[in-house]
């Protein structure tokens, strides 16, 4: 099991910067991709952002430009920087972490979320 922990979230003016991070813990061996993704009320839950072990990176098209995934192996975290927020960014922000065994099972973790709220 893998355990993703969130942190960074808060309630932002638009224009402004916020960082979240996340820390996986447990049976890290083999994480390949982590990545952010969100949920806004009413709505269903899309990717932000993912970052490959080998450090490709995907972005949605609303946030490029404005966020930056990043990853450190070493601590087994993955990090989001998000500038110039919109309204419009405001959801519950979650990590995730795919995993995938030597024998080709993929397993899926996801952390608790946090909120993000960007006032206009």
């Known amino acids: 099991q893998v355990q993703l922990a969130e942190s960074g979230g808060g309630l932002v003016q638009a224009g402004g910067s916020l960082r979240l991070s996340c820390a996986a813990s447990?049976?890290?061996?083999?994480?390949?991709?982590m990545g952010w993704y969100r949920q806004a009320p009413g709505r269903q839950r899309e990717l932000v952002a993912t970052?490959?072990?080998?450090?490709?990176?995907n972005y949605a098209d609303s946030v490029k430009g404005r966020f930056t995934i990043s990853r450190d192996n070493a601590r087994n975290a993955v990090y989001l920087q998000m500038n110039s927020l919109k309204p419009e960014d405001t959801a519950v922000y979650y990590c995730?972490?795919?995993?995938?065994?030597?024998?080709?099972?993929?397993?899926?973790?996801w952390g608790h979320g946090t909120q993000v709220t960007v006032s206009s």
């Open positions: 970052v490959r072990l080998g450090g490709i990176t």
């Open positions: 447990g049976s890290t061996s083999r994480i390949n991709a």
């Open positions: 995730n972490a795919d995993r995938v065994l030597t024998n080709g099972v993929r397993f899926d973790y």
